[in-house]
């Protein structure tokens, strides 16, 4: 599916942005990681060789609950990413929002793939005037990849990606990702 499409097909009356894995937020989660790990494995070296299975078992799943990098803004059960901030919301007839259907329905005419991992650090999240969550587009800047809440990808022309990064800077998201540029050859 193509941006333009997405857009087209959404029915909502407002949207939030998100903002992920950045902030104070992150780097004290980051930190509060980093010390269970490593209380962790100090436990194992002192572990009783009947107390190693359930140490080993306990590392693993600290580690699959803390790969948090690889997730989506919302999960299955809609709950949001525990370092998601909203940013701003505005409704659907503002112009912001007006914009940001101008730059998704860009035709795509020149698709570019990185070969990287995605990290969604922004997002943007639909509602209906009953306050309900309808759609989520998660957004890596790194890698210019989209994805909806269910893992969709959604292509976009690769220019669309730098006017949608200074959209959200604009409304005050902090991207540290330098633009793309055409390498020689």
């Known amino acids: 599916m193509h941006t333009a499409d997405y857009w087209r097909s959404l029915k909502f009356d407002y949207l939030t942005t998100y903002s992920l894995l ?11 990681m980093r010390q269970e790990k490593d209380t962790s494995r100090r436990a194992l070296l002192t572990a009783t060789p009947a107390e190693l299975p359930e140490l080993r078992e306990r590392l693993r799943r600290i580690e699959r609950q803390n790969d948090l990098q690889t997730r989506l803004t919302t999960n299955a059960n809609r709950a949001y990413h525990i370092t998601a ?9 503002s112009l912001e929002v007006e914009e940001l259907g101008r730059i998704l329905q860009t035709p ?4 570019r793939y990185m070969m990287c991992a995605p990290v969604f650090r922004d997002a943007l ?4 005037a ?7 587009l998660n957004i890596c800047f790194g890698c210019n990849v989209m994805q909806t809440e269910s893992g969709q ?3 976009a022309d ?4 730098e006017q949608l990064r200074k959209w959200f800077q604009r409304l005050g998201h902090q991207i540290e990702v330098a633009a793309y540029e055409e390498r020689p050859g």
């Open 108 to 111: 795509c005419q020149d698709l």
């Open 22 to 32: 950045r902030g104070p937020k992150w780097q004290h989660l980051l930190a509060a």
């Open 125 to 128: 999240a639909f509602y209906n």
């Open 153 to 155: 990808d959604v292509e």
């Open 158 to 161: 690769y220019r669309v990606y």
């Open 85 to 93: 901030t909203p940013t701003a919301t505005l409704n659907r007839g």
């Open 130 to 136: 009953e306050h309900e969550l309808v759609g989520v």
